[in-house]
Structures are given as structure tokens and as C-alpha cells.
């Protein structure tokens, strides 16, 4: 099936552009009322995973209120330790949690490899499904969590501030710790071709934790497995190449060690200067970002302006797709993500200039 606007991807392998792609993290979520009514008519957040259409219903309301480049699965960074049989369950306020924490040797090594397409056929399904209903209208992007990420949830049985029982772990145990992620890396690995096998046409790593670690711990402890991942991807599916975006959150520092991984792309949250890490890493990988979500609870003529700010901090030229830094807000007034993608649409064009 061709692809009708393939700018995400031409951008992701650094190819010239009309204007600067954009997709936004957590693009289906809360701060839609469309969405919240789906989400009430499907009980919880996991019924609403498991519902193969609801779960392409949802991922394909912001394509219809926005001039978006990219659909990304809706789905959970969870579902791998779910199938692991730990329990996940969501607190209201509180976020998720997991019944049975992993938190000894022995409990590690009880637990067992999941099989993407048995274990999590539900996510296999809505891939599948939210292909074939995007007719080729915008790529599809699949994700997974990376493995530290996935086990500070599993460790800490929820999320944490201090991760003191994940961190105990790796200085305390750390064979246990290695033993862990690399069940992990080998279950994401699978997962992620799994979605690409589906449909998916890009794949972005979640390391949001890994901006929790000192440099040699992240260099040992997270990194090293992202890039076990990267090794083990499909990387050409349908006649295309199938891109790899790597994000790992407060992890602007290690960007010479992420961009050495193999990906395609290197998502920035917005504590690092697009500028900066542009002449950081070159032309050897992508850049993805990264306006601070809260910007979009501003008037709109500041988002205007961090926007250009933004676009002038990448500079001229191919390989750059807009993101925000994280994702957006439950609390996001909608109409201000339309003035956010109209200064982008408006603006980014300048900095693509056409031969």
C-alpha cells in the first residue's frame, strides 16, 4: 500500500522535507474529550488496550482533529511484564502497579519469556487493524519500553521517586539486575518485530528512567540494551526501511553514546538545545523534539514563538520530526495544539528550502 505522506520517514532517514514532520507523544490520551468518552465506555484503561477497536478508534482521533504525521499505537510501555504474569493493575492518582514486584534472584529467574504474538496478540491485532484503517494516509509508529524502564516498574512494583529497591538491586545484585534486562531485551526485541511483522512502520524505545542513572551505570545498566535491541530489529519491512527512534528522558548528556546504538532517531526532551545537540551528533542520526509540554497551557502567540525558537535552534535542513519533550498533558486545552501545529506549519517551510 502506498504511503500517502511519508515526510516522517524521509525526515527520520535525514531526506530532504516540505516542512518539519510532527507526531506528538501521548498524541490519543486524556486531554481529548472524544478519547475520555471512549475510555469511559470501555471500563479500564487495559479493557481499552485489549479492544482491538476501540484501541484503533482512539489512535485515530487525533489524525482526525489534527494535521499530525505519524499515528502511534495506543497501548501501554506495560503490557510486556502484564504478560510476564505480574499482576498490572492502574490506582486512580496513582499511576500503575504490579501485584507481584521482582525483587530477589530467585523471583527473576521465575520469570519467563513472553511470546509477542500468543502472549500479547491483542496489541498484534490493533497494529494490524490501525494499518489497514490508516489506508496509507501516515505511517504508523510501534513502542515499546526499554528494558531498564520496564524493570524499575517491575522492581519497584509501581512508579517511584527514589527507586531505592531497582537501584539496590543494580549496585546490590547486580547479576540478578543483568539477568533481568536481559530477559527484557530479548522479550522487547521480539515484541517490537512482532509489531513491525503487524504493520508498524517506525519504532520508538521509552527509556524513561534512564535519565535516573549516574553515566556508567545508564552506559551499562540501560544503553547496552537498547542497543542489543536495535541489533536485533527488522530494520527492512514491505520494500521500506523500518526506522528506530530511541528517547531515553534527562538523557541529554549521553547523545555522542546514544547515537553510537545503530537508531535512526534520538528523541530530546527540553532540558538539551536542539542546536547543541545537533552539532553533537551531526548528520548521523535524526533529532526528535522537543518543545516542554507546558508550553501549550501558554497564550497562543508564546507557543508561536517557542516554536520558531525551536525551529531556529535546529537550523536549515533535513532531520529534524517535532515532538514535545514528553508527553503531552491530560490538562491541554485541544485548541492550543492547534495553534501549536499551525505556527509549525506555518513556519517550518522556511526551513526546508526546495531546490
Request: with cysteine.
Amino acid at each position: 500500500m502506498e504511503l500517502k505522506n511519508d515526510r516522517l520517514l524521509r525526515a527520520l532517514a535525514r531526506q530532504p522535507v516540505d516542512c518539519t514532520p510532527v507526531w506528538m507523544m501521548r498524541q490519543a490520551g486524556r486531554y481529548l474529550p472524544e478519547y475520555r468518552r471512549v475510555r469511559g465506555e470501555a471500563g479500564s484503561f487495559m479493557d481499552l488496550c485489549r479492544d482491538t477497536a476501540r484501541a484503533c478508534e482512539v489512535t485515530l482521533q487525533p489524525l482526525e482533529r489534527y494535521p499530525l504525521d505519524a499515528a502511534i499505537l495506543f497501548s501501554d510501555i506495560l503490557t510486556i511484564p502484564d504478560a510476564m504474569g505480574l499482576g498490572l493493575y492502574f490506582e486512580t492518582g496513582e499511576g500503575p502497579k504490579f501485584r507481584k514486584p521482582v525483587r530477589s534472584q530467585a523471583e527473576v529467574e521465575a520469570l519467563r519469556l513472553p511470546d509477542a504474538e500468543r502472549d500479547l496478540d491483542y496489541v498484534m491485532n490493533a497494529v494490524s487493524t490501525i494499518r489497514r484503517e490508516l489506508n496509507g494516509r501516515v505511517p504508523l509508529i510501534g513502542f515499546s519500553g526499554s528494558p531498564w524502564t520496564l524493570a524499575t516498574y517491575m522492581v519497584e512494583g509501581g512508579s517511584s521517586k527514589d527507586f531505592r529497591h531497582v537501584k539496590g538491586m543494580l549496585y546490590g545484585n547486580p547479576e540478578a539486575m543483568h539477568q533481568l534486562l536481559d530477559l527484557l531485551a530479548h522479550a522487547v526485541t521480539d515484541y517490537l518485530n512482532a509489531q513491525i511483522r503487524a504493520g508498524a512502520q517506525v519504532v520508538q524505545i521509552f527509556d524513561t528512567w534512564g535519565g535516573a542513572l549516574s553515566t556508567p551505570a545508564y552506559l551499562e545498566f540501560s544503553l547496552r540494551y537498547m542497543e542489543q535491541i536495535v541489533a536485533g530489529l527488522i530494520r527492512e519491512h514491505d520494500g521500506r526501511r523500518v526506522p528506530v527512534i530511541l528517547f531515553t528522558k534527562n538523557g541529554g548528556q549521553w547523545l555522542e553514546h546514544i547515537a553510537s546504538t545503530g537508531a535512526d532517531g534520538l528523541g530530546l526532551d527540553w532540558t538539551t538545545e536542539l542546536s547543541d545537540a545537533r552539532s553533537r551528533v551531526g548528520h548521523r542520526v535524526a533529532l526528535q523534539g522537543n518543545l516542554d509540554p507546558s508550553v501549550l497551557f501558554a497564550r497562543p502567540a508564546a507557543i508561536r514563538a517557542e516554536v520558531a525558537r525551536i525551529l531556529d535552534s535546529y537550523g536549515l535542513g533535513a532531520g529534524h520530526v517535532f515532538n514535545l519533550g514528553h508527553g503531552i498533558s491530560q490538562h491541554t486545552d485541544p485548541q492550543r495544539v492547534s495553534d501549536f501545529l499551525e505556527a509549525l506549519h506555518e513556519l517550518s517551510p522556511a526551513y526546508h528550502p526546495q531546490d
